[in-house]
């Protein structure tokens, strides 16, 4: 089998670049590296290799969630290719649902390694590994997307500047959700999460029971809320806590669905993997398993149910 490894430099700000390259070389095998030049680039360059190359391929995403994402985009389609990654980014969300970045740290497990069926979210001409996510959370990301190169409010400030604008401008969300076409939403909402995977944002576990091999999507939906009960509550949602929590009761609409439909007034961020793109009606559909993705032999399915570890 072939296997390429494509490596994004500005993953986890390029900490890691000459450790990885060095891992990479070292393999033995039929091993090309590829190094991204710009985002989307990886999909380019993957899409361009299957269209003319028939025999068995794997693909490592070397980077984070975004990676993992274009990388998937890439092969999907492709019956002769496979995936997985070796986390360098910053976030690694995707890989938390088996057991961490740490079980996918030894690339030459992850040659050897068998693959497992991964569903995907589609959603239009764009598509999602890990989670979908609009509202509050999204308003954050967007917020620290733009503010990221600018002095004193940027860099390591820029999620702390994020969630201050959200705070005061992204409590109180308004769309019609619709969850295989039951609507789950009133006049507003706080956030929702369309989720494949089970961690989003670093470490929240905001999808408790996924699976991303069962052909759903896990859909919660959080109606606003005081910013004292916001605080409070913060703690065990990012624990995973809330579906069993009665304290989440009177906010928390939670659904399992094939379908869901999102119509808004004007365009709002949404979150795609950690990417932002920008509209006011859209659809998320569940492609099942769609990917082949190889998870090193120590993962097994009580990992899915485990607290998050640490990247």
């Given at each position: 089998m072939k296997h390429?490894?494509?490596?994004?430099?500005?993953?986890?700000?390029?900490?890691?670049?000459?450790?990885?390259?060095?891992?990479?070389?070292?393999?033995?095998?039929?091993?090309?590296?590829?190094?991204?030049?710009?985002?989307?680039?990886?999909?380019r360059y993957i899409r361009t290799w299957?269209?003319?190359?028939?025999?068995?391929?794997?693909?490592?995403?070397?980077?984070?969630?975004?990676?993992?994402?274009?990388?998937?985009?890439?092969?999907?389609?492709?019956?002769?290719?496979?995936?997985?990654c070796f986390p360098i980014g910053s976030g690694n969300d995707f890989v938390k649902y088996y057991g961490g970045s740490a079980r996918?740290?030894?690339?030459?497990?992850?040659?050897?390694?068998?693959?497992?069926?991964?569903?995907?979210?589609?959603?239009?001409?764009?598509?999602?590994?890990?989670?979908c996510n609009f509202g509050f959370d999204a308003a954050v990301a967007d917020t620290m997307n733009r503010v990221r190169r600018?002095?004193?409010?940027?860099?390591?400030?820029?999620?702390?500047?994020?969630?201050?604008?959200?705070l005061v401008t992204a409590r109180r969300n308004r769309c019609d959700i619709y969850a295989d076409g039951e609507k789950l939403t009133g006049k507003a909402f706080l956030l929702c999460t369309v989720a494949n995977g089970a961690y989003?944002?670093?470490?929240?576990?905001c999808a408790p029971r996924a699976k991303n091999d069962d052909g759903k999507m896990e859909v919660c939906v959080m109606k606003p809320m005081t910013l004292v009960s916001f605080l409070r509550l913060m703690g065990p949602y990012r624990r995973g806590e809330h579906l069993d929590d009665p304290r989440f009761a009177k906010?928390?609409?939670?659904?399992?669905?094939?379908?869901?439909?999102?119509v808004g007034e004007k365009p709002f961020p949404?979150?795609?993997?950690?990417e932002i793109i920008r509209t006011a009606h859209f659809t998320c559909e569940v492609l099942p398993g769609a990917l082949r993705f190889a998870v090193p032999p120590a993962y097994t399915e009580a990992d899915a149910a485990a607290p998050v570890p640490a990247s």
């Open positions: 390429v490894f494509i490596l994004n430099p500005k993953a986890g700000s390029g900490a890691h670049l000459d450790e990885t390259r060095a891992a990479i070389r070292s393999l033995d095998g039929d091993v090309t590296l590829y190094e991204t030049k710009a985002p989307k680039d990886a999909t299957c269209e003319s190359h028939t025999e068995d391929v794997r693909f490592y995403a070397c980077g984070g969630d975004g990676t993992i994402k274009e990388v998937a985009e890439g092969i999907l389609g492709f019956p002769q290719a496979s995936m997985s996918f740290a030894d690339l030459a497990a992850l040659t050897a390694a068998d693959t497992l069926p991964v569903d995907m979210i589609t959603l239009g001409d764009e598509y999602s590994v890990n989670v600018l002095p004193l409010v940027g860099g390591k400030n820029a999620y702390t500047t994020g969630i201050l604008r959200a989003v944002g670093g470490a929240y576990r906010y928390m609409t939670y659904r399992r669905a094939s379908r869901v439909e999102v949404v979150s795609l993997d950690g």
